[in-house]
């Protein structure tokens, strides 16, 4: 239980880019879901390194070792960040694009011409293209999960009837980076399990927003980007320990067989990992802020998103209640007060007569950052019929404000009216 208001000015005083202005005035960072800013600490981590400790893995000298035991703590950071309990369950990868098209390529090496893959019209691409790549090389059928065009939520009905003895994998996310509906993942593992199949989690989207708990979702496989929960540009794949030793992963003759070696192909970014470990570290800390400076690292995660969905909660509310007052603009997926638990802060809008584009630039000319198109969720836009065009994207994360939800709903109707 959240033991204090929301520290919402310690927060962006950590945070050098919201000091960033557009025509005299303060920027508005509603770019979030593309990427988020990152705090002083997680940019003096990567500096430190770089600085201090750079080398590469294994060497019998200082820098060596000192460079290895962050790549251990990182490990274990991560760990605590999914909720896995295994640290060598975590491997460090390029971006998740990357890391799902190396998983996708070694477990289609154990799939059938004739088995089935069943992926969600609500997914970013990455989670759609690399699954049907994979199918098409071994001749297995993919098929999709429909989504409910009223509020952008998954059809599971639709699953249930497509899954079957042939299903291998399914393959969802735990948020849209469209829309921000929140899919029940853990329903979805036990709708798999029973028929036999794995399931694959991108949790991209949600995990700036929400606890990741691997253990209790009982999934098989989950990726998430720390560029988009306030570190640096790289991505994060966990998996079973179970699949991850036994997966014929492709790597150079001389990697190690071990868990994650045998997944982080090459010299990783040993600097974003650093990145990445504060980034975690950071979440923490704010989860101490509020709930108490006695906490383990994984009861200080979880403090922290009980507060950061508190509040961006309550910001949601008043952006999804302003843009209803907006004449000819509407909001795409759930607009329902009641369900605020079941989306994150994250919205879709149409503004009659307007390109989500063109109205992203002229928003962004006035100095809010906001994304408009398709947002790489093709299969959801063209489901709802909005290609070409998407939608305009609005993201909040934890370091904006309710006065910068009522500049932007000031500006919106401004700026559709120059577009229109």
């Known amino acids: 239980m959240m033991t204090c208001a929301f520290p919402i000015d310690s927060v962006r005083a950590q945070f050098p880019g919201l000091q960033r202005e557009v025509a005299g005035r303060p920027a508005i960072f509603f770019d979030g879901p593309a990427g988020s800013q990152t705090p002083r600490r997680v940019v003096e981590a990567v500096s430190d390194y770089l600085l201090h400790r750079n080398a590469n893995h294994g060497g019998p000298f200082a820098t060596s070792q000192e460079s290895d035991a962050m790549l251990a703590e ?3 950071a991560l760990a605590d960040f999914v909720g896995a309990e295994r640290s060598e369950e975590v491997s460090f990868g390029a971006n998740m694009t990357t890391l799902t098209f190396a998983l996708s390529r070694a477990l289609a090496r154990t799939w059938q011409a004739g088995d089935e893959i069943i992926v969600s019209r609500l997914d970013h691409d990455a989670n759609v293209s690399p699954w049907e790549l994979a199918a098409r090389d071994v001749g297995a059928v993919v098929k999709q999960i429909g989504v409910r065009p009223d509020d952008c939520t998954l059809d599971l009905d639709s699953l249930r009837s ?4 042939r299903t291998r994998l399914v393959a969802v996310g735990a948020a849209s980076n469209l829309a921000g509906t929140i899919n029940p993942v853990q329903e979805i593992a036990e709708l798999a399990h029973a028929a036999g199949a794995q399931l694959f989690v991108d949790a991209v989207h949600l995990a700036p927003h929400r606890l990741i708990d691997v253990g209790l979702w009982d999934c098989d496989y989950l990726v998430c980007s720390p560029y988009k929960f306030f570190g640096p540009h790289i991505g994060v794949l966990w998996g079973r320990s179970e699949w991850m030793a036994e997966l014929p992963a492709y790597k150079v003759g001389a990697a190690d067989e071990v868990i994650p070696d045998r997944w982080m192909t090459g010299t990783q970014c040993h600097e974003a990992i650093a990145g990445t470990l504060e980034a975690v570290n950071y979440l923490a800390d704010l989860g101490r802020s509020v709930d108490g400076n006695s906490l383990d690292r994984r009861g200080a995660l979880r403090a922290a998103f009980r507060a950061i969905e508190a509040y961006e909660s309550s910001l949601c509310r008043e952006l999804l209640e302003g843009v209803a007052r907006i004449a000819a603009a509407r909001v795409v997926g759930i607009t ?4 605020l638990e079941e989306r994150a802060p994250t919205i879709a809008i149409l503004a009659e007569g307007c390109s989500p584009v063109a109205l992203s630039e002229e928003l962004g000319k006035r100095g809010v950052f906001s994304w408009g198109g398709n947002c790489y969720a093709l299969p959801l836009t063209e489901a709802l019929g909005l290609e070409p065009g998407g939608v305009l ?4 994360l934890h370091y904006n404000t309710a ?10 109707p401004k700026c559709m009216a120059a577009v229109s």
């Open 393 to 396: 994207r609005v993201g909040l």
């Open 336 to 339: 329902d007060l009641k369900r």
């Open 162 to 165: 497509s899954l079957g003895e």
């Open 403 to 412: 006065e910068e939800v009522g500049r932007f709903l000031d500006l919106l």
């Open 74 to 76: 990182a490990h274990r």
